[in-house]
């Protein structure tokens, strides 16, 4: 990058700060007065800042319509769905994205299990809020007071006895949720279904969706899908990264975000790169349609 656009470009930040005056931007560039108010003069002729009456500099209104138009193009499920594909071939396993929509919590993609027991759900169907793991992280991510209204107009049915039973222990969980930033359905939908979660965040790190990885208890047991945790949340760590237009950290490995190695120089069970399956073989040829988790 030259050196003039890489100051121009460092003003930006600056500005984000509060407003500046000209001395104040040459003195954190360490220029001239001359040199700052040319890039400042440039910044200001294409709307990206404003000289105010006092004469200092904040960002333009061009900035925020440029970062709201972007926003609005941005496809989440475009950037994320090469990473479901490639998790799912990498853990054999139903893989889900979901977003929060006028007040529902809906299924936005799906790459669907290799094993002959599969679950029923598709794009665009409404989640279980109560339970679903992709609910609790987008929920838990709200305000504390919409999540409090949230919780407090939602029904709690009892799909099993695992069911969360009220609005009280549904704040409690989204607690823990917002904490540890995953959460989980263990047989709370069906009892046969498990699932684990994690967040999809933009670049002011509010939860923009979620992904998740589900299975029957007949193809892999709840522990062993919460062993493949590390790997859903580097996976949702990758999405974030490409949605939110960070670099990643480290770079990759042949450009995949869930190189399936290893986590603290451990492997991460439940399913290797080279496509074999995760511990525990489907129990019948035939397709059973269950509930989503």
Same mark, same amino acid.
């Given at each position: 990058?030259s050196?003039t656009?890489d100051? *121009? @470009?460092s003003i %930006?930040?600056? &500005? !984000? $700060? ?9 003195? /954190?560039?360490d220029?001239?007065?001359?040199? *700052? @108010?040319?890039? %400042?003069?440039? &910044? !200001? $002729?294409?709307?990206l ?6 004469? /200092? ?11 709201a138009?972007a ?16 998790l ?14 006028e ?7 799906k ?32 305000p ?11 029904d ?12 009280a ?5 989204l ?10 359905d ?9 699932c ?29 899908l ?9 996976t949702?760590?990758a999405?974030s ?12 490995v ?7 190695g ?11 790169v080279s496509?074999?399956?995760v ?9 059973t ?5």
């Amino acid at each position: 990058m030259s050196q003039t656009v890489d100051r *121009a @470009l460092s003003i %930006l930040p600056l &500005l !984000a $700060e509060g407003p500046a005056d000209l001395g104040g931007v040459a003195e /954190r560039l360490d220029v001239h007065k001359s040199t *700052a @108010l040319r890039l %400042l003069r440039t &910044l !200001a $002729e294409h709307g990206l800042v404003y000289r105010q009456e006092d004469g /200092r500099y904040r960002l333009g209104s061009r900035l925020f319509a440029l970062a709201a138009q972007a926003v609005e193009h941005l496809d989440v499920r475009g950037i994320a769905h090469p990473h479901l594909v490639r998790l799912g071939e990498t853990c054999g396993h139903t893989v889900h994205l979901a977003v929060h929509e006028e007040g529902e919590v809906v299924y936005l993609d799906k790459v669907d299990s290799r094993y002959p027991v599969r679950m029923y759900s598709r794009v665009g169907k409404t989640v279980p809020m109560t339970v679903a793991a992709v609910a609790k992280l987008i929920l838990a991510d709200l305000p504390e007071p919409e999540r409090r209204a949230v919780a407090e107009r939602l029904d709690y049915p009892r799909y099993t006895p695992r069911s969360t039973p009220d609005a009280a222990a549904y704040l409690k969980e989204l607690a823990r949720v917002r904490e540890q930033g995953w959460a989980t359905d263990l047989g709370g939908h069906e009892e046969s279904i498990n699932c684990v979660a994690a967040p999809v965040r933009g670049a002011d790190g509010r939860v923009v969706a979620a992904l998740s990885v589900s299975a029957p208890n007949v193809v892999v047991s709840a522990d062993d899908l919460l062993s493949l945790l590390p790997l859903v949340r580097r996976t949702a760590d990758a999405v974030s990264r490409e949605y939110a237009g960070t670099p990643e950290p480290g770079g990759t490995v042949s450009g995949s975000p869930v190189p399936g190695g290893t986590v603290s120089g451990s492997p991460v069970p439940g399913g290797t790169v080279s496509g074999s399956p995760v511990p525990g073989a489907p129990v019948a040829a035939s397709e059973t349609p269950n509930k989503e988790a």
